[in-house]
């Protein structure tokens, strides 16, 4: 496995797979897809599907006094995950090597099985076109429920768990009073049928959040997304992904 490491603004950075990395920083700095606003000069952010930490190094560049929670299942990520936060010398973060789900215990992940340069973004709890036997294989991994570690006020909670979000997002519904922001990757898949777009929406809205869908750099109503949805289906395009924002 060949490990490499790049200067990025003031961070350094060791990833495996630099066309993923460049893809992530991308996302963060040009399309801005994790920008939220806060008066908070001290947000407590949960970042759930942290990675190798370019979502952490963003906040924290943002959000110097941030209070982050990171949780990152993959052996294999979380351990670019701690060596990015120790070099770069990122304090007040909490890295925790968990996967989150709606059942504690012990479970298979999925992960790719390319050794050489490993995509770490489709690392799955759950069955997707990306964890097929070709191309990936199973580690166990701790599962918790979030909603034990949601017992304040939480400013951001970001979530990026490739199809579990129906999952998460009805487990802490109890919690979700506590929560201000939500920025969270819907993946529609017709590998993962129980991932369903009406529970995840219809929750946020029961408790008080207003709604914003992109696909890409594209804004949706709730109407095109469900027609969009069975256009898909027609033209066989198995899975595809949204992003949410949820704001109390």
């Known amino acids: 496995m060949g490990l490499k490491s790049k200067k990025f603004k003031d961070w350094t950075i060791s990833y ?14 040009e399309k801005k897809y994790y920008q939220f606003d806060t008066s908070k000069p001290d947000p407590v952010i949960f970042d759930v599907g942290a990675l190798i930490g370019e979502t952490v190094l963003y906040f924290k560049e943002r959000f110097p006094r941030a209070k982050i929670t990171a949780f990152e299942p993959s052996p294999r990520s979380f351990s670019l995950l701690k060596k990015n936060i120790s070099r770069n010398r990122v304090t007040g973060v909490r890295l925790l090597n968990l996967a989150v789900g709606k059942v504690a215990g012990k479970m298979d992940f999925y992960i790719d099985k390319n050794e050489n340069v490993p995509w770490g973004r489709g690392d799955s709890l759950k069955n997707t076109k990306f964890t097929n036997p070709s191309i990936s294989k199973t580690v166990k991994v701790q599962v918790v429920r979030l909603s034990k570690y949601i017992n304040a006020n939480v400013d951001l909670l970001k979530l990026d768990v490739e199809g579990a979000e129906t999952e998460i997002v009805c487990e802490i519904e109890k919690k979700l009073k506590f929560v201000k922001n939500i920025i969270l990757e819907f993946h529609e898949s017709v590998y993962n049928p129980e991932n369903k777009f009406s529970i995840v929406i219809g929750v946020l809205k029961k408790n008080g959040f207003r709604i914003s869908i992109y696909l890409g750099k594209w804004p949706l109503p709730e109407i095109a997304v469900i027609l969009a949805r069975v256009v898909l289906k027609l033209v066989s395009i198995d899975e595809y992904w949204l992003r949410i924002y949820a704001k109390h």
């Open 16 to 29: 495996f797979n630099e066309v993923e990395l460049n893809e992530m920083l991308k996302e963060l700095y």
